[in-house]
């Protein structure tokens, strides 16, 4: 019997339990000739775990990836972990694909797997980082975006200028809050020539959170008057009385990236 035929009766053989299929497949992987053939054969599997293992077996012995998606999260883990492997224009293509499953939000290794195979991307593309983020049904992996892109002036620019264009308003302070995050880790703030009309378009309709975000990014851009108000807060002996220790954390942090200037 060839190779090609062996691996497809394992492949295919529902009467056989899996472990001793998956024995039988980690053996014709290990055999010299024929590995395309039977990294193709375990993808068209019916067990998940058949088809987890043949983008392993791609993965680790440089072959083209056999699958591009998948409906099972063990298949889609396979995956996630192959996008560092990968030459970036196919991690790129993979990424757009894993991204919009939003059943993947609670996984527990889903959405940091992807953010590990992306981050080196979003880094040296601002453009594909936003693609990505639209693209994105991954909360922890698009606020890891955002935070990325605001670590830089350029991807600054671009995340203001889609926040202001935004309509959905929980999507506009999603991405503010990973904006405003990476900017207290970089330390500065130094505003585009649109931020006074972006400020004015952030401000329309906002929440009280949002604008606590707009008001700090003022504070930081020069605004005396916004500028004032953390400053009164700072000096304000019962401020721990009356805020909430967000607000404090908030106020604090503005306060010493004033001091910096």
């Not at 987890?52 to 998606?69: F, K, M, N, S, Y």
């Not at 309709?205 to 400053?231: K, T």
């Amino acid at each position: 019997i060839s190779t090609r035929d062996w691996s497809s009766d394992v492949c295919s053989s529902d009467l056989t339990p899996v472990e001793r299929r998956l024995r039988a497949l980690w053996a014709l992987l290990s055999a010299p000739g024929a590995l395309p053939d039977v990294v193709a054969t375990a993808a068209r599997a019916r067990e998940p775990a058949l088809r987890a293992w043949a983008v392993r077996a791609a993965t680790e012995r440089g072959l083209p990836l056999p699958l591009a998606d998948d409906a099972d999260p063990l298949v889609r883990r396979e995956l996630a972990s192959a996008l560092q492997k990968l030459p970036a224009g196919s991690a790129a293509e993979l990424a757009l694909r894993l991204l919009p499953h939003a059943e993947d939000a609670t996984d527990h290794n889903l959405p940091l797997l992807i953010w590990y195979g992306i981050e080196p991307l979003v880094g040296a593309d601002p453009e594909l980082g936003l693609r990505l983020a639209v693209a994105s049904r991954l909360p922890k992996v698009t606020e890891f975006i955002y935070r990325r892109l605001s670590t830089e002036a350029s991807g600054r620019t671009r995340l203001l200028g889609l926040a202001a264009r935004a309509t959905d308003l929980g999507a506009r302070e999603r991405l503010l809050e990973g904006l405003v995050a990476g900017i207290r880790q970089g330390g500065a703030f130094n505003p585009p020539a649109e931020w006074p009309a972006w400020s004015k378009a952030l401000r329309a309709d906002a929440g009280p959170n949002l604008l606590a975000l707009v008001n700090e990014l003022d504070a930081l851009a020069g605004d005396e008057s916004s500028r004032a108000y953390f400053r009164g807060h700072l000096a304000d002996p019962k401020r721990s009385e009356e805020h909430t220790s967000e607000l404090q954390s908030r106020v604090d942090i503005v306060c010493r990236l004033l001091l910096e200037k």
